[in-house]
C-alpha cells in the first residue's frame, strides 16, 4: 500500500504562486498515474490534474489550464503543482492520488493523501 502525503499549501495573496508536493512512502509512485484534485465544503471532488507514469502525458481543468503546471520526479517518488497567478476560487483542499490510468475521475484513483489546505485571498 502506497501512502501520498501532500504538503506546500498555504495562504497566498490573489496572483500569487504555491507549489504542492506530494510524496510517496511504502509502495513506489513511478508505475503510476497520478493526479490532483480539489474539494471544497459542500461541493465534489474536483478534478485538477494528471500526469501520466513517466511524466510525458499532462492533462489540465479548463480551469486552471495556463496557470498550473503539473511535473513529477520518479527518483525522489514525488508529484508537484506549481500553480501561478492564483484566484479566490482557487480556495480549496487539495489532494493528490494514484491511478492505474489517466483520468480526470476520482472514482478510479485508489490511493489518497489527507489533502493540503490552499486560501487565496482578494
Known amino acids: 500500500q502506497v501512502q501520498l502525503v501532500e504538503s506546500g499549501g498555504g495562504l497566498v495573496q490573489t496572483g500569487g504562486s504555491l507549489t504542492l508536493s506530494c510524496a510517496a512512502s511504502?509502495?513506489?509512485?513511478?508505475?503510476?498515474?497520478v493526479g490532483w484534485f480539489r474539494q471544497t465544503p459542500g461541493k465534489e471532488r474536483e478534478f485538477v490534474a494528471t500526469i501520466s507514469w513517466s511524466g510525458g502525458g499532462t492533462y489540465y481543468a479548463d480551469s486552471v489550464k495556463g496557470r498550473f503546471t503539473m511535473s513529477r520526479d520518479n527518483a525522489k517518488n514525488t508529484v508537484y503543482l506549481q500553480m501561478n497567478n492564483l484566484k479566490p476560487e482557487d480556495t480549496a483542499v487539495y489532494y493528490c492520488?494514484?491511478?492505474?490510468?489517466?483520468?480526470?475521475?476520482?472514482?478510479?484513483?485508489?490511493?489518497w493523501g489527507q489533502g493540503t489546505h490552499v486560501t487565496v485571498s482578494s
Open positions: 511504502g509502495r513506489t509512485l513511478s508505475n503510476y498515474p
Open positions: 492520488a494514484r491511478s492505474t490510468i489517466v483520468s480526470t475521475d476520482p472514482a478510479v484513483y485508489d490511493s
